[in-house]
């Protein structure tokens, strides 16, 4: 995970001031909710972030409109970036807070070529806990969403 970390206030932060044009980004797809531009540590090359253009600090504080562009934005500039990088594989990674790994807090979700060996990586520590604790944990969500708007 990159190590860099934004603290400016909300409205200040370096996406905002991307947005703003106060700083200079390499763009590469704009429309009215969200902006794609190069990530300046290239992972990998072709590494593409994509961000709202409103402030937002996470996927919590996003509209579901806003997330359903993003996602389309995503999906635009990934098949750009499989014509013009050619990648075997793509990862799309969107990290919230802290213990999420998220280091710039406004929302963005990176669009990341991938190849063999390229040292990217992601520990995933399975617990496979019994079919009893899934049901449960399923009812408890279904119960949320249920409640939702
Ligand atoms: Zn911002």
Redesign the pocket.
Known sequence: MPQFVDTSP???????RL?AGEIPAARVYEDALTIAFMDLGQVNPGHVLVATRR??ANLLEITPEEAAAVMQTAHRVARAVKAVFDPPGLTLLQANGREGDQTV??FHLHVVPRHQDDGIALSWPRKDPPASVLQDHAARLRGALSGAV
Not at 10 to 16: A, K, N, T
């Open positions: 909300p409205g200040q932060c370096i996406f905002c947005v402030h937002a807090f406004h």
